[in-house]
């Protein structure tokens, strides 16, 4: 019989019996997108380093154009260009203007920019601004974007796109992130063949181990697939012997309560404290095993993929992150579902929904279909969660989603 939890249950007792986090390693900038900070960023200097013109145009001191109009324009004189990645030629004097680009440091004296197209050139040394500036205006102050010692990205924080630019800009060439953890996944069953095969009656294409491979990396681990294991306890423990170098082991396949299922005697075999439940009151995904040898953590999924991709959402992403020690382990969102869904109570149901926008909200349109059809979760974008006890939802009302 299955020692079935809520899946808040099972969450918490996973992640309170984690009993290790990687180290860290230093990487290089091209290599830190996905990772997670080991340590806080704080800037090293100002950011930008100097004061800056936004627009292309005339750095002028701000004053020297109010109550300038079309009908009555300030006149200024030119007295030179800041050329690119340059210093001003001189500080800026009352009544001056100098030529200036979009990104150029503003010369002293200056504290705006009036755009090009509010301007006319008269001769080669003066210039008459039609428009009034304000101080400050069309330009990015020193230090605007970050000052010396700020915090710029905290411990924990999975390094994105726009975060390896902003390290760029404080001149980082690398940073010490958490080690990858290595994660061996193994699809058992006797009916599996790999996909290059053409499968003989009763037979399937192996998709979970290139599922799950690929959603371990996409959680910044390293995936170790170690292939299809027959149903059979010698095959199964061999296989389970090549991860001891691994830092968790994912087994699909084999979770279910049925005479061949191997996946919860083979974990036990492996040492204390062995298996730590086997179900949660889900669906899809019921039959899900979780289990430890030492510190070691072990799963076993349903080989239905659908199934095993939920469990590997709710359940191994949040600890393959924990490991890594980032700060956020599950990304929620709110949407309003499109249609009237039901539910049965006693367990949380996760409905695959494409996710649009609608009238500034977040929208969901469910994906109807068996569970077991992997169409569904390609078609979808999110899982929306129906909580356990609720009976159905109306059409309109918000659920949480995970995108997926």
């Keep these: 019989m299955l020692t079935v939890l809520t899946v808040i249950e099972a969450r918490e007792k996973i992640l309170s019996g984690l009993g290790f986090r990687l180290p860290a390693e230093r990487v290089l900038l091209a290599d830190a997108a996905g990772r997670v900070l080991a340590g806080e960023i704080t800037a090293p200097s100002d950011l930008p380093a100097f004061s800056r013109s936004t627009m292309d145009g005339y750095a002028v001191a701000a004053r020297d154009s ?21 210093t001003a030629p001189a500080p800026l004097k009352s009544g001056e203007a100098m030529r200036i680009s979009t990104g150029g440091m503003l010369p002293a004296g200056a504290d705006a920019v009036v755009m ?18 304000a101080p400050g205006e069309n330009t990015i102050a020193r230090g605007e974007d970050l000052r010396q010692g700020v915090a710029a990205l905290p411990p924990g924080h999975i390094l994105r796109p726009q975060d390896i630019g902003l390290l760029a800009a404080l001149g980082c060439t690398g940073a010490e992130v958490a080690t990858r953890p290595r994660v061996a996944v193994l699809s058992t069953g006797d009916e599996l063949v790999s996909p290059e095969c053409e499968p003989a009656p009763g037979q399937v294409r192996d998709i979970n181990t290139y599922l799950l491979s690929a959603l371990v990396k996409q959680t910044g681990a390293v995936p170790v697939p170690l292939g299809i294991i027959p149903d059979s306890p010698q095959a199964l423990a061999a296989a389970l012997h090549k991860t001891k170098d691994c830092d968790c082991t994912i087994i699909s396949g084999g979770s279910s309560a049925g005479v061949r299922d191997l996946t919860a005697d083979a974990i036990n075999s492996l040492g204390k404290p062995g298996v730590l ?19 070691k953590p072990y799963f076993g999924l349903s080989g239905n993929p659908t199934s095993a ?14 490991m890594q020690g980032a700060s956020e382990l599950q990304q929620l969102l709110w949407a309003r579902v499109d249609r009237s869904l039901s539910s049965a109570g006693g367990r949380e149901d996760y409905v695959r929904a494409i996710l649009y926008s609608k009238e500034r909200e977040l929208w969901a349109s469910p994906v109807l279909g068996q569970s077991n059809l992997i169409s569904t979760v390609v078609r979808g974008s999110a899982l929306l969660r129906i909580p356990q006890d609720c009976e159905g939802v109306e059409a309109g009302e918000k659920l949480e989603a995970i995108e997926i």
Excluded at 70 to 84: H, I, K, N
Excluded at 280 to 293: C, D, F, N, T
């Design 277 to 295: 439940f086997h179900g949660v009151s889900m669906r899809p995904g019921k039959p899900l095993i979780y289990g430890l040898a030492g510190d």
């Design 66 to 86: 109010f109550g300038a109009t079309e009908a009555m324009p300030a006149l200024l004189d030119v007295t030179g260009e800041v050329m690119m990645g340059t």
């Design 116 to 133: 090009v197209e509010h301007t006319e050139l008269l001769d080669e040394y003066t210039v008459s601004v039609h428009r009034a500036a």
């Design 309 to 322: 991709m939920v469990g590997f959402l709710l359940f191994v992403r949040p600890l393959l992150l924990a």
